[in-house]
Nanobody
Framework: QEQLVESGGGLVQTGGSLRLSCASSGRAFISYAMAWFRQAPDGEREIVAAISWTGSTTYYANSVKGRFTISRDNARNAVYLQMNTLKPEDSAVYYC???????????????????WGQGTQVTVSS
């Protein structure tokens, strides 16, 4: 069964950096748009960034623009989230998600993504 597995979370100080990775075990990875979502305690799951199947189109939430970079390596069935200049409000569980989508139109809503990882915790201390 196809799975997504995140890694790279941890504890970092304000202003620090982390790189999250998400590996897919399936053969259909190249057919997916991929996204990173996050969910803070008592918060809703919100999109952070998304990337098209080719990697040529990306989307970022306003709160992370200029600080986070999403990328993918289709040869490795992996998607990444480079997070720089981290702030305490970035603390959350981060999830990667996949949507069957071979267009350049990226979805921002969680309901469009059908496959999810288990999440990785990111904690930014002040």
């Amino acid at each position: 069964q196809e799975q997504l597995v995140e890694s790279g979370g941890g504890l970092v100080q304000t202003g620090g950096s982390l790189r999250l990775s998400c590996a897919s075990s399936g053969r259909a990875f190249i057919s997916y748009a991929m996204a990173w979502f996050r969910q803070a305690p008592d918060g809703e799951r919100e999109i952070v960034a998304a990337i098209s199947w080719t990697g040529s189109t990306t989307y970022y939430a306003n709160s992370v623009k200029g600080r986070f970079t999403i990328s993918r390596d289709n040869a490795r069935n992996a998607v990444y989230l480079q997070m720089n200049t981290l702030k305490p409000e970035d603390s959350a569980v981060y999830y990667c998600a996949a949507e069957p989508n071979r267009s350049q139109q990226l979805s921002e809503g969680r309901n469009e993504y059908y496959l999810w990882g288990q999440g990785t915790q990111v904690t930014v201390s002040s």
